[in-house]
């Protein structure tokens, strides 16, 4: 009933979480590490963590591709209703945010993403490199196009960055490339079809055997036309 009337995010007060007596649940970190809490500040934030404890009576949880400090991080959340992310923590939080299901923590996650996106400026390739990243991650483990709208959008106004990046995507060795990073990529390009046509043409001609075009077929491939 707690559960249909409380809204969070709520401040339980983080001084809480000091209180060994209080904290019933274990969450297991990689590398073994542990972040002891009480279950309740996390059930009512998700209902994932509710069902979990609730219904499954269970003491510890196996958060084991996850960081003691994303993991710390997410828990600090759910006792303080605030959110504190960085670029270091942003994806795992992230995540964690979408598995439990803790919906003003994604839309914390998605305003961090689209204010970083706000402070892009055409030498801000390293930058960008980092959100194309970050975008084409959600998009691969959660099919999720929010941060690719939103640097397609921020990118939309920067068509010089928008190309650096493409380039620089195109540059990098594809046999490392995700299918989905390549998707994204191509997405961004949007009407700049010629760095793509390039990109393509020297993918053909690094085969091996290698497979050479004619004049006239290069010719064909680079033309905007």
Not at 39 to 63: R, T, W, Y
Not at 113 to 142: H, M, P, V
Request: with cysteine; proline share 2%.
């Amino acid at each position: 009933m707690v559960l249909q009337i409380c809204t969070v995010p709520l401040n339980f007060g983080r001084h809480y979480l000091e209180l060994r007596g209080l904290n019933d649940l274990q969450l297991i970190c990689s590398g073994g590490e542990v972040v002891r809490t009480s279950s309740f500040p996390l059930a009512i934030n998700s209902l994932v963590v509710s069902e979990l404890v609730g219904e499954l009576q269970m003491k510890e949880l196996d958060m084991e591709e996850f960081s003691h400090s994303s993991v710390q991080c997410f828990v600090e959340a759910c006792y303080t209703g605030s959110l504190i992310l960085t670029r270091e923590n942003f994806r795992e939080v992230n995540k964690l945010s979408a598995v439990f299901k803790v919906q003003w923590m994604i839309d914390e996650c998605l305003k961090f993403y689209t204010d970083l996106c706000s402070e892009l400026t055409t030498g801000s390739l390293e930058a960008a490199w980092f959100l194309f990243q970050e975008a084409g991650y959600i998009l691969k483990e959660r099919n999720n196009k929010d941060l690719q709208l939103a640097l397609n959008n921020c990118l939309g106004e920067l068509s010089d960055l928008r190309l650096s990046l493409v380039k620089d995507f195109t540059s990098r060795d594809p046999n490392k490339q995700e299918f989905v990073y390549t998707d994204l990529c191509i997405s961004l390009a949007g009407r700049s079809i010629t760095v793509l046509f390039e990109w393509l043409i020297t993918l053909v001609e690094s085969k091996t055997p290698p497979v050479k075009l004619s004049g006239v077929e290069k010719r064909l491939l680079t033309s905007e036309t």
